[in-house]
Every structure is written in structure tokens, then in C-alpha cells.
T-cell receptor, first 111, second 115 residues
Framework: AQSVSQHNHHVILSEAASLELGCNYS??????LFWYVQYPGQHLQLLLK??????LVKGIKGFEAEFIKSKFSFNLRKPSVQWSDTAEYFC?????????FGAGTTVTVRA | KAGVTQTPRYLIKTRGQQVTLSCSPI?????VSWYQQTPGQGLQFLFE???????NKGNFPGRFSGRQFSNSRSEMNVSTLELGDSALYLC??????????????FGPGTRLTVL
């Protein structure tokens, strides 16, 4: 069965620091990958997605992610975080009409 | 364009009761998926519907069921509620234009509390 692993449970950063969240998946076939974000009190929103093509994908709010097939990874990055980036971040793999999510990483940005 | 809407937003039930949750997808979206979100288990897939047909089901007991109507709206039902069913139930819709993958857009969820 496919699975998604997120390396960090909770990350605490100061504003302007760089952010990188790790995501690894276990699935041998073609994968479609997503990062979703859940801001406090809000619903899940799509940050970015990878279906095919350029392995470096850019999303909303300055986020980007790199798909490295050989490492089964899809890490999320942002060069300079803001207080408003405080949220929970979920990596997900789509297969067989369903999304399989990682456990999520809570990111707290201190002003 | 209106997003995915879910009703009710909050629900309190007691053990043994049953509950029905409703989801209206984004206009033009034909696929509806349901997920359960809990602090302990995270986000888990319940089922997916397309053109009134269930195409996949997650690892949940038979007490969890769903259906989709011809207008793509969907309902899920949980019978004989247990304390462990307390969760945020999320609905997501996607266009499913024929590609094997499409982006899922999530609703705000229904917060179910079982006492």
C-alpha cells in the first residue's frame, strides 16, 4: 500500500527564515503529488501540485516544491516565511481516485 | 464561483444514533470524495463518487456509507455512531474531465461530535 511520510511534526521559525518541509512517498508507479495547507480555522487549500513535466513547481504565496523521482520525494520550500504562513501543511499522493495524505507538519512562525 | 459547501457545519449526536452529512460540489465538478480528519489518524479517505458510482472506498466499517445524486451532490451516512466517529468530515470535489487525475478542492467540513 502506498504511504506518505512527512519528516517533521512541528517546525518553529522566525519571520524571514527559510522553510523546507520534507515529504517522501512509497509508490512505484506514476504519481501525482500535492501540497495542501490548512490555516487556523480555515479549510484545506491547494498550495501546489505536480502531475508531470518540470520537477520544480511553483505554487501560491511564494511556495515551491521539487519532485525528485529517484528519492521518492516532494519537498516544499519557501525562501522567507511570514507570520501568516503559520498553518498545518499536508503532502498528498493521488492514486486510484483517492488522496493519501501525510500526517501533516505544523508550522509556527514567530514574529 | 462558489466553493464546495457542506451542511451542517456542526453536529452533536449521541452514541448509537445515525447521521447524514451533505456536500454540494463546485459547479461543473462531477467527482466527490469524502475524508475523515482526526488528531490521531490525520486525514483518511472514506470514498469517492463519480456519476453516482462509487469508484473507491477506504478502510472504514460498513457503518460508513455514501451516495451521489444525478446533480453530483453527495451525502454520507454513519449509522450506529461510536465515540471514535467524532471528527471533521471533509468533502472534496474535482472536475474529472477524463484525465486520471484532477485537483481536489475541499469544503470547510462538518464537525461531528459524538457524546
Amino acid at each position: 500500500a502506498q504511504s506518505v511520510s512527512q519528516h517533521n511534526h512541528h517546525v518553529i521559525l522566525s519571520e524571514a527564515a527559510s522553510l523546507e518541509l520534507g515529504c517522501n512517498y512509497s509508490y512505484g508507479g506514476t504519481v501525482n503529488l500535492f501540497w495542501y495547507v490548512q490555516y487556523p480555522g480555515q479549510h484545506l487549500q491547494l498550495l501546489l501540485k505536480y502531475f508531470s513535466g518540470d520537477p520544480l513547481v511553483k505554487g501560491i504565496k511564494g511556495f515551491e516544491a521539487e519532485f525528485i523521482k529517484s528519492k521518492f520525494s516532494f519537498n516544499l520550500r519557501k525562501p522567507s516565511v511570514q507570520w501568516s504562513d503559520t498553518a498545518e501543511y499536508f503532502c498528498a499522493v493521488h492514486n486510484d481516485y483517492k488522496l493519501s495524505f501525510g500526517a501533516g507538519t505544523t508550522v509556527t512562525v514567530r514574529a | 464561483k462558489a466553493g464546495v459547501t457542506q451542511t451542517p457545519r456542526y453536529l452533536i449526536k449521541t452514541r448509537g444514533q445515525q447521521v447524514t452529512l451533505s456536500c454540494s460540489p463546485i459547479s461543473g465538478h462531477r467527482s466527490v470524495s469524502w475524508y475523515q480528519q482526526t488528531p490521531g489518524q490525520g486525514l483518511q479517505f472514506l470514498f469517492e463518487y463519480f456519476s453516482e458510482t462509487q469508484r473507491n472506498k477506504g478502510n472504514f466499517p460498513g457503518r460508513f456509507s455514501g451516495r451521489q445524486f444525478s446533480n453530483s451532490r453527495s451525502e454520507m451516512n454513519v449509522s450506529t455512531l461510536e465515540l471514535g466517529d467524532s471528527a471533521l468530515y471533509l468533502c472534496a470535489s474535482s472536475r474529472m474531465t477524463g484525465a486520471s487525475t484532477d485537483t481536489q478542492y475541499f469544503g470547510p467540513g462538518t464537525r461531528l461530535t459524538v457524546l
